[in-house]
């Protein structure tokens, strides 16, 4: 993690336990009307642009057209990535917030030792300098009440127990999770029916996208789950962003 993550208590006097349980028979769209509600423009949003991005995005820019959306930008993203952004930014007319490493890619590589660029030997290191601090960065620089954010419980074990909204002491603000119990099917149905573009990639079989070294995004096989391709026989799950406290980064 970056030093500069500070703990913040949880101010509010939200019931989040009955929100929660009120939430779970509720859709997508009608999480994220109350969000913005009850939130207004304290309310941002994150997206990575991956293989899933259009759809929360989608329901959130008809929901509020102008919310923020913090972008993190670690310098090793694939091209694809960058050029999926830019389609889905024209498409719903975007409002994105770019939040870049401070460091010049090729140069942290040499610094910290990192011989070949398509495999990072340090990813914890990786990620805390180039993902972790610039999120950490937009979330001070932005400070909102709430952040609407595209995980869903399906999607590997480190999420199957998230909650719709849940306080982060980490960044000081609720984290608003919509799609929490859509499976895979739900987000290509409702892709298909408001005609969003794809991340190109996810015809070459990546499900999950991140960075591209291969050491952090992988195609995957049949039979694995979505996020299998991420970080694959490390152990690690998250790259950290997602995390609500500090503890473990
Ligand atoms: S996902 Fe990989 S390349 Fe991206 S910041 Fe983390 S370790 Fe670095």
Not at 35 to 49: I, N, P, Q, Y
Not at 128 to 152: S, V
Request: proline share 6%; with cysteine; net charge neutral.
């Amino acid at each position: 993690m970056s030093n500069t993550a500070s703990t913040v208590a949880n101010p509010s006097s939200i019931d989040l336990d009955t929100l929660n349980g009120l939430f779970e028979s509720q859709t997508p769209l009608k999480v994220i009307e109350w969000a913005v509600a009850e939130f207004g423009d304290e309310l941002v949003m994150t997206s990575s642009f991956g293989d899933q991005a259009a759809v929360l995005l989608h329901m959130a820019s008809r929901a509020k057209p102008d919310i923020k959306v913090i972008f993190v930008d670690t310098g090793y993203l694939f091209p694809e990535t960058h050029h999926f952004m830019e389609t889905l930014r024209r498409r719903l007319n975007l409002n994105i917030w770019a939040y870049r490493t401070r460091h010049e890619p090729i140069a942290w590589l040499r610094e910290n030792g990192e011989s070949d660029p398509t495999w990072r030997a340090n990813v914890s290191a990786c990620c805390a300098a180039n993902k972790n601090e610039p999120m950490e960065r937009g979330m001070r620089d932005l400070a909102p009440k709430a952040w609407l954010r595209g995980i869903r419980r399906g999607q590997s074990e480190s999420r199957k127990n998230a909650k719709f909204i849940e306080w982060s002491p980490r960044y000081g603000c609720y984290a608003v999770s919509p799609l929490l119990t859509l499976a895979s099917r739900d987000i290509w149905l409702y892709a298909k029916e408001h005609d969003l573009p794809q991340h190109p990639l996810v015809e070459k079989g990546y499900l999950s996208i991140g960075c591209n070294p291969t050491s952090c995004t992988q195609p995957v096989q049949i039979g694995e789950d979505a996020r299998a391709g991420r970080w694959k026989g490390t152990g690690k799950l998250e790259c950290g962003i997602n995390s609500l406290d500090s503890a473990g980064l």
